[in-house]
Nanobody, 124 residues
Framework: QVQLVESGGGLVQAGGSLRVSCTASGRTFSISTMYWFRQAPGKERKEREKVAGIEWSRSSTYYADSVKGRFTISRDNAKNTVYLQMNSLKAEDTAVYYC??????????????WGQGTQVTVSS
């Protein structure tokens, strides 16, 4: 099993920046890809949007069109931690941000593990 714990969410004004972190523990050697998803207010779990992804052993990344150029995903393998740096935040970025991990390679796979989520609220 893999456990994921997010941190760093909070309230920020539109145009501001925020960084959220996710630290993995447990069978971290099994992780192939890490993702950030978000669930906007009023949306159901199945409507979570995949925001970004990064392969654990390579530098390949994925970004949703809605965040390209504003968000950056990175990882620190030694700390088993993945980050999402969010700049130029907009009100529509308000959501609960979830970290997720997949054991299969590739950036289009379904995650196997999920964190509990961290709230990001952008005030306009």
């Amino acid at each position: 099993q893999v456990q994921l714990v997010e941190s760093g969410g909070g309230l920020v004004q539109a145009g501001g920046s925020l960084r959220v972190s996710c630290t993995a523990s447990g069978r971290t050697f099994s992780i192939s890809t890490m993702y950030w998803f978000r669930q906007a207010p009023g949306k159901e779990r199945k409507e979570r949007e995949k925001v970004a992804g990064i392969e654990w052993s390579r530098s390949s990344t994925y970004y949703a069109d809605s965040v390209k150029g504003r968000f950056t995903i990175s990882r620190d393998n030694a700390k088993n931690t993945v980050y999402l740096q969010m700049n130029s935040l907009k009100a529509e970025d308000t959501a609960v941000y979830y970290c997720a991990a997949g054991v299969r390679s590739g950036l289009t796979t379904t995650p196997d593990y999920w964190g509990q989520g961290t709230q990001v609220t952008v005030s306009s």
